[in-house]
């Protein structure tokens, strides 16, 4: 069975970069956030669930109407909390076949929320990929052509960095170029081994 490797980061913090790094290495990585997007729509009895909490308009055309979901649940954490108790069961599933199907000694959880959802007690070890805040915010603005304070809103409702620090077995901090984001990962991955 190969050891879970948790990674994760704030919005803008790189995870998702570091994480094509590590597949270029040959590393696999379950992208959770993306899976999840898969899964919503898939799996017809999560659909119903979902329909039931947050009404017809969570599906346009019979696809996960995302804004409106994040919309919806944005403001209101126990929304919030009920919509992730329907959805995160399903990913957990999704993974564990995954793993179960890897042949690699080390495979990669990329997921937002590591410690958030304490995903971290499964994994062999965690990688915090951070950032200064002014970084996460003009990256995530750039990327996803948001505003400075609808970025700056999202990174209030994250864990703090300095949470995630305490919690993280390795540390890539993310406030220079490509090049040394590369350097650090490689760095990391020596250690690992």
Not at 37 to 65: P, R, T
Request: charged share 30%; hydrophobic share 35%; net charge negative.
């Amino acid at each position: 069975m190969p050891k879970i490797i948790g990674l994760t980061g704030g919005i803008g913090s790189g995870k998702t970069t570091v994480a094509r790094i590590l597949e270029e290495k040959g590393f696999p990585v379950y992208y959770s956030d993306d899976e999840a997007k898969n899964i919503v729509n898939k799996d017809s009895i999560l659909k119903e669930k979902i329909i039931e909490l947050l009404g017809n308009e969570a599906y346009s055309d019979g696809i996960y109407n995302r804004k409106y979901v994040a919309e919806k649940v944005f403001n209101d954490s126990e929304l919030l909390e009920q919509l992730n108790h329907l959805i995160h069961p399903a990913v957990k599933i999704d993974f564990e076949k995954w793993v179960a199907s890897q042949t690699s000694e080390f495979v990669f959880k990329e997921t937002a929320l590591l410690f958030e959802l304490k995903l971290n007690q499964q994994c062999y070890k965690s990688v915090l990929i951070t950032a200064d805040d002014n970084f996460r915010i003009k990256r995530t603005m750039d990327r996803d052509g948001k505003t400075y304070r609808e970025v700056e809103a999202v990174i209030q409702k994250q864990m703090p960095e300095k949470e995630k620090c305490k919690l993280a077995d390795y540390i890539i901090y993310n406030n220079s170029d490509l090049d040394s984001l590369q350097v650090a990962t490689e760095g990391f991955l020596e250690d690992l081994n």
